[in-house]
C-alpha cells in the first residue's frame, strides 16, 4: 500500500486544521476493489476515513455473506467494538471499489481523543452509521422486500449506482431474482 503525506481531501476545514496537527499519526493507501480491510473474527486496529471509493461491512450467516452497510467519501467505518475491547469483530470490512483511504492505528487514536473536534468527528460519523443501520433494521422488520428497496432508491440512490446487485439484494435479504422483479416492476 503506497503512502503518501498531504491533506485528506474529504473533511470540513476544522478536521483538516486537526489532520495538519495529528499529520504523522494518519496513514494513507490506495487499496483495490474487494479488499478485505478487516476480516470477521480478527480484532480491529484501524480506523478508516474514506477519501474516494466505497467500502461495504458483512458477516457470514449460513455460509452466505450478508452485506448491512455500505460507506462512501467522507465516511469513517470501523469495528468500534472490537477495536475498543479487543474482541473479534463480528464482521468483515471490504471495499468494493478502488479506495483511497486513511486510518488511525488504535494506539494513536487514543492520541486523537486528546483533540475534541477531530474526535467528534469521528464518533459523530460512528454514531451517524449507526442510527442508519438501526433505521434498516427496523424497516427490515416493518416493511417489505420492496418498501425496503423503494426507501433504498429515496434515501440512498448512491447505493443503488455504485454498489453490486448481489450486495444490494443481500443488504435487503432477499434473492438476486427478487431484486430483478422488484425492479422491473418499479421501473
Same mark, same amino acid.
Not at 495538519?20 to 470477521?40: G, I, M
Not at 483511497?100 to 486523537?112: F, H, K, T, Y
Not at 442508519?132 to 416493511?143: A, G, T, V
Not at 425496503?148 to 440512498?156: C, F, H, S, T, V
Given at each position: 500500500?503506497?503512502?503518501?503525506?498531504?491533506? !485528506?481531501?474529504?473533511?470540513?476545514?476544522?478536521?483538516?486544521? +486537526?489532520?495538519?496537527?495529528?499529520?504523522?499519526?494518519? &496513514?494513507? +493507501?490506495?487499496?483495490?476493489?474487494?479488499?478485505?480491510?478487516?476480516?470477521?473474527?480478527?480484532?480491529?486496529?484501524?480506523?478508516?476515513?474514506?477519501? &474516494?471509493?466505497?467500502?461495504?461491512?458483512? $458477516?457470514?450467516?449460513?455460509? #452466505?455473506?450478508?452485506?448491512?452497510?455500505? $460507506?462512501? =467519501?467522507?465516511?469513517?467505518?470501523?469495528?468500534?467494538? %472490537?477495536?475498543?475491547?479487543?474482541?473479534? %469483530?463480528? $464482521?468483515?470490512? =471490504?471495499?468494493?471499489?478502488?479506495? %483511497?483511504?486513511?486510518?488511525?492505528? +488504535?494506539?494513536?487514536?487514543?492520541?486523537?481523543?486528546?483533540?475534541?473536534?477531530?474526535?467528534?468527528?469521528?464518533?459523530?460519523?460512528?454514531?451517524? #452509521?449507526? +442510527? =442508519?443501520?438501526?433505521?434498516?433494521? $427496523?424497516?427490515?422488520? &416493518?416493511?417489505? !422486500?420492496?418498501?425496503?428497496?423503494?426507501?433504498?432508491?429515496?434515501? &440512498?440512490?448512491?447505493?443503488?449506482?455504485?454498489?453490486?446487485?448481489?450486495?444490494?439484494?443481500?443488504?435487503?435479504?432477499?434473492?438476486?431474482? %427478487?431484486?430483478?422483479?422488484?425492479?422491473?416492476?418499479?421501473?
Amino acid at each position: 500500500m503506497p503512502m503518501k503525506q498531504e491533506e !485528506p481531501l474529504i473533511a470540513p476545514p476544522a478536521i483538516r486544521l +486537526a489532520w495538519k496537527k495529528y499529520r504523522h499519526l494518519w &496513514k494513507f +493507501a490506495e487499496v483495490p476493489a474487494k479488499h478485505l480491510l478487516l476480516k470477521e473474527g480478527d480484532i480491529s486496529r484501524r480506523t478508516f476515513l474514506i477519501e &474516494k471509493g466505497s467500502i461495504r461491512t458483512w $458477516f457470514y450467516h449460513d455460509g #452466505k455473506e450478508i452485506s448491512f452497510q455500505f $460507506f462512501f =467519501e467522507g465516511d469513517v467505518v470501523s469495528s468500534r467494538q %472490537s477495536m475498543r475491547r479487543q474482541t473479534p %469483530s463480528p $464482521f468483515s470490512i =471490504e471495499t468494493l471499489e478502488p479506495c %483511497s483511504i486513511r486510518w488511525l492505528d +488504535a494506539g494513536d487514536m487514543e492520541q486523537v481523543r486528546k483533540d475534541p473536534v477531530l474526535y467528534q468527528f469521528i464518533i459523530e460519523q460512528t454514531s451517524d #452509521k449507526q +442510527a =442508519e443501520f438501526m433505521q434498516h433494521f $427496523f424497516s427490515y422488520l &416493518k416493511d417489505s !422486500p420492496t418498501q425496503r428497496y423503494e426507501n433504498l432508491l429515496r434515501q &440512498k440512490p448512491e447505493v443503488i449506482r455504485r454498489v453490486p446487485l448481489q450486495h444490494i439484494a443481500s443488504y435487503l435479504g432477499i434473492t438476486q431474482v %427478487s431484486l430483478s422483479r422488484i425492479r422491473n416492476k418499479i421501473k
